[in-house]
């Protein structure tokens, strides 16, 4: 309890709590005598067994003093109760420090969650970032010990508003969620639980607030991020409904020193000002006023996915949270400065080993291990010479870790399988309908390197999930529709797509004989081509109004123009089994209804309008995909797969 100690209010309704003022040291019964005086009294606890085996320590200190701090051990108190000084910055520290004292499971509570009506108007955006928080209740008038005691009467009783800010800002910050009660107690009713209304009452009849220290991802009564490969195993789609219904997980954010981070991960105006928000998200592109959607173009590094998410998580007072017993994931901001290729990986991996980086995660344990994420920005296979990413020591706490990169996961028969990959035995020609590195040089390797390295059967990526590149068009809170089911589908923004057909990219890399073919045969009206231009404004623009977007093969068959086409509604033309297989996540439950597979072997061999011509005839079919593609496979030498 922290509690004011007794002051002459006090003393005058019971005169016996003078005893608390005195040292606990010198007078080491004194608070169990006040206690024996005030239970003793008619209908009392005492007389209910009730406190008869308490032991009472008082500590006559101030609640910040290290005499009360340093006397009680960490994570030993079931609850406690803060009703101190009301003062905004001295409630923002003892939130911070009694909760460290709390055990999991425990309670913290505090007095005078009210106001007089303050923050009504923060009440409509503030309660889906605070949550809990509201409506904060209105303080009720004195009671009648008040106004006996001088109090006015017919007015409110003093606005709380400085511990109402303190509290909300506390939550926020560390992504808890807030509960607070009601006062309607009376007399009668506390006669009823034998309790005396004269000891209880006091001016006013504030609520209190209360929040619980949660036991972890196993038991906490949240939806929680649990990356666990059998429920993706039996429900592909599981994973995305999962995460669209339920909250953002409590993050930790590792502060690693530069030499594993390569940034400074200390909280500042390096992380917060819009330059650096630029830094991880890329600047906005110019003519803003085309971007579609209300939304906005960006100029995103393609490999800076590491970066965002740690620009956002260090950003945010609801995602992010500082105290790592609270944690349901822990962000490794490893190497997260955007790396071009394999050899700067290497590079940077050899910095440091997989024990040092082991060394340096004080918060890693066999029971958070595999909530601790790693991310690569590239395909997994550039970090082939990172210890602490590929081929880490069986059996370590890092084996068990999540990685997170953009290429999807193969098991050792050659099967996607999220989060199950023990290496990357890339049967990537087969996977990639023919395609192989020789139709098309990675700028940073031979064709020789390049196809050992996905062959590699010699270093395993345990837990390795496949995820989507960031696209470089950016939907802000303001350009979302509503979250709810009801209304989502009636208020979604609509673009008007006047182009049948769309690709944008180069000839000279990635699926060569495909994307020569393509070029070659897209002519407007159909089809539009458009090369890569320094301003990617006219690109991003073009897609928005694109019915499909051909997608054949990068340096990779996954590449980054998939995730942009996805975010500004552009339906996927896939060329690859294994551009249908990468993040599985960035498509959700509606992947069957949101792209076209054409088989490569079968596109090289047809003329680019014949595919047109079906996929207009898709469009304007008002039969089911089914019976369509039954009548379209007899005219045509391929094989179209439209999931209607």
Aim: glycine letters at 6%; one cysteine or more.
């Amino acid at each position: 309890m922290v509690e004011p100690a007794p002051n002459a209010e006090l003393v005058a309704r019971f005169p016996e709590a003078a005893l608390a003022s005195k040292s606990a040291a010198a007078r080491p019964g004194s608070l169990a005598r006040l206690w024996g005086w005030l239970s003793g009294r008619g209908r009392s606890w005492q007389s209910r067994g009730i406190g008869t085996r308490t032991k009472i320590v008082h500590l006559p200190h101030m609640s910040m003093d290290a005499k009360v701090l340093s006397v009680v051990p960490a994570h030993s108190v079931d609850f406690i109760y803060i009703d101190s000084s009301h003062l905004y910055d001295v409630t923002k520290k003892e939130l911070k420090a009694y909760w460290q004292l709390l055990k999991r499971g425990g309670v913290l509570a505090g007095h005078d969650y009210c106001d007089n009506g303050e923050s009504a108007a923060a009440a409509a955006t503030g309660a889906d970032v605070c949550r809990g928080c509201y409506p904060v209740p209105r303080c009720l008038p004195y009671t009648e010990y008040g106004l006996a005691h001088g109090k006015p009467a017919g007015v409110p009783s003093m606005s709380q508003t400085l511990v109402v800010k303190a509290v909300q800002e506390w939550v926020v910050q560390n992504g808890h969620s807030l509960h607070f009660t009601s006062e309607t107690f009376t007399r009668s009713s506390l006669r009823a639980d034998s309790m005396d209304y004269d000891l209880v009452i006091t001016n006013s009849r504030n609520p209190s607030w209360f929040v619980v220290k949660g036991h972890g991802p196993d038991n906490t009564q949240r939806a929680h991020f649990a990356l666990r490969k059998s429920d993706f195993r039996s429900n592909p789609s599981l994973a995305s409904r999962q995460l669209a219904a339920m909250d953002c997980p409590r993050t930790f954010v590792y502060q690693l020193p530069i030499r594993f981070s390569e940034l400074d991960m200390s909280d500042g105006l390096h992380w917060t000002s819009a330059s650096a928000i630029d830094k991880a998200f890329g600047k906005l592109l110019p003519s803003q006023g085309q971007a579609p959607f209300g939304g906005e173009l960006r100029d995103t590094n393609q490999w800076s996915l590491a970066k965002m998410i740690t620009s956002k998580l260090m950003r945010s007072t609801r995602c992010r949270t500082t105290d790592a017993a609270m944690a349901e994931v822990f962000l490794v901001p490893v190497l997260i400065t955007p790396k071009h290729d394999s050899v700067a990986w290497s590079a940077a991996c050899s910095r440091f080993s997989e024990t040092d980086l082991e060394a340096a995660l004080p918060h890693l344990t066999e029971a958070t291990a595999a909530r601790h994420v790693l991310i690569v920005s590239k395909g997994h296979y550039n970090a082939l010479n990172c210890s602490w990413f590929a081929n880490p020591r069986p059996g370590s706490l890092l084996a068990k870790a999540t990685r997170i990169a953009y290429s999807a996961a193969l098991d050792s028969r050659g099967r996607f399988t999220q989060g199950a990959a023990v290496s990357h035995r890339a049967q990537m020609a087969e996977m990639a309908d023919g395609w192989r590195p020789g139709h098309g040089i990675a700028p940073d390797k031979t064709d020789e390197q390049y196809w050992r390295i996905l062959h590699d059967a010699t270093r395993p990526y345990p837990r390795l999930f496949s995820v989507p590149y960031p696209s470089s068009f950016q939907w802000t809170r303001g350009s979302l529709p509503p979250s709810h089911a009801s209304s989502r589908r009636d208020k979604m923004p609509v673009a008007e797509r006047t182009q049948l057909m769309l690709f944008i990219g180069s000839t000279w890399h990635g699926d060569v004989p495909v994307r020569k073919l393509i070029e070659k045969q897209c002519k407007p009206p159909a089809c539009l081509y458009l090369r890569v231009s320094n301003v990617l404004t006219k690109e991003l623009v073009a897609k928005s109004k694109a019915t499909f977007c051909l997608e054949p093969g990068g340096d990779s068959p996954f590449r980054k123009s998939l995730s942009d086409s996805i975010a500004l509604g552009c339906i996927p033309v896939l060329f690859h089994s294994y551009s249908n297989a990468v993040a599985p996540w960035m498509w959700g439950d509606w992947k069957r209804n949101a792209r076209v597979m054409v088989p490569r072997a079968g596109f090289l061999t047809v003329l680019l309008h014949v595919v047109a011509s079906s996929l207009t005839q898709l469009l304007l079919s008002s039969e089911t995909g089914g019976s369509l593609l039954a009548s379209l496979s007899k005219k045509l030498p391929i094989k179209i797969v439209f999931y209607h």
